[in-house]
């Protein structure tokens, strides 16, 4: 094992993540959840979040450093998302981040989420290193981000993202409009199992020739929301039983559709033969199987971390600072805030 020894801060949504890597090698990864206590609002509610990120970070780094067998002292480095996220979530692990730094007199580096990410394909167990060019594809709760990563360290860029509901947020609004708990990607997943993909035919955002001149690489799910929000009207004004599994379905085929089309449209036209997917919609199994079986079909090469990277957590962060440390980046100064709203 050789590297810089990282401990990684993540708290820019509801996962309070600490990781901590040596140089490529993942030591330890902690993640705190504080997505119960939003369950009965059907979201995250960001004082909610940042209020559990300063309860969970304490124990969260003592759990990461125990797991590592690692001591405070041991550590070359600590490391923080600044951005983007939820300011508030965001700010609490930022403050964190730099009072320990300075307590223990070691450089501190702010990264991007995003970014970070990418990194976590770095940590997969037995993984070939990362080909240059690919496209990445990010999708949770918070983001739905297409990037061009030309190299991890020095020259990332974003291509499009979404113009209104991130995917995550789409699954649990409509999740909720089914009257199924929160978090809704997973409902949803469960409730298109016995439904008919192709029952009905839900729009797919951003995707008409008149879009695509501007909007190429952009999604928009709030029209699909709005669209399964009428259907579903419709469905209680004739006292017709809503048919779940197939309206499950059909939703979930036209988000995968849009994702994977947008996705391969940018592999082929910056000829790009290579696509990362990461974050927490990535579990969702026909999101998998559409994107492995075009982008064969494409010519394409898919790599996907193992869903515990792909989620948000503090080791992909650790294991971004690593290789910014690597390359010879200095240290952030300590004036640096969070960014809710920080590019790649
Ligand atoms: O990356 P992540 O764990 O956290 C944040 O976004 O903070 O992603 C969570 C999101 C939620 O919106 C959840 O509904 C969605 O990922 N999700 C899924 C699935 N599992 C989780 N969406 C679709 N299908 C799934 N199987
Ligand atoms: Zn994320």
């Known amino acids: 094992m050789t590297g810089p020894l990282v401990l990684g801060i993540e708290t820019s949504c509801d996962e309070t993540g600490i990781g901590i890597v040596r140089g490529r090698t993942l030591l330890s990864n902690t993640i705190a959840s504080s997505m119960d206590e939003h369950a009965r609002y059907g979201g995250v509610v960001p004082e909610v979040a940042a209020r559990a990120h300063l309860e969970a970070l304490q124990p969260s780094i003592d759990a990461a450093l125990t797991e590592a067998g690692v001591a405070l002292d041991d550590l ?46 770095i940590l997969t167990p037995d993984a070939e290193p990362l080909e240059y060019p690919t496209i990445a594809l990010l999708v949770s709760g918070g983001h739905t981000s297409l990037l061009h990563v030309r190299d991890l360290t020095t020259d990332v860029e974003l291509l499009g993202e979404t113009v209104d509901d991130a995917a995550g947020e789409a699954f649990d609004k409509v999740a909720r409009l089914l009257s199924l708990p929160y978090p809704g990607g997973p409902e949803i997943d469960r409730a298109a199992l016995d439904g008919d993909p192709k029952a009905i035919r839900f729009p797919r955002g951003l995707s008409k020739a008149s879009d695509l001149a501007k909007h190429r690489y952009d999604f928009s799910f709030s029209g699909l929301k709005t669209a399964v929000a009428r259907w579903i009207e419709r ?20 988000v995968v559709d849009v994702l994977v089309t947008k996705a391969l449209a940018a592999c082929e036209d910056l000829g790009v033969p290579r696509l990362l997917l990461g974050g927490g919609v990535i579990a969702n199994r026909r999101l998998r199987e559409v994107a492995l079986a075009r982008a064969e079909a494409a010519g394409v090469t898919v790599r996907i971390p193992p869903l515990s990277l792909c989620t948000d957590n503090g080791a992909m962060i650790a294991a971004l600072a690593a290789e910014l440390i690597s390359s010879g980046r200095r240290p952030s100064t300590l004036s640096f805030g969070a960014d809710s709203t920080l590019p790649v």
Do not use: Q, W
């Open 76 to 121: 070359d480095a600590v490391a923080v998302t600044s951005g983007p996220g939820l300011a508030g979530a965001l700010m609490v692990g930022v403050g964190a981040a730099k009072g320990l730094a300075v307590s223990i007199d070691k450089p501190l580096y702010a990264v991007n989420h995003l970014v970070g990410h990418i990194a976590a394909d």
């Open 235 to 254: 469905c209680d004004a004739e006292g017709i039983d809503v048919p779940v599994a197939d309206v499950a379905a059909s939703f979930r085929e036209a």
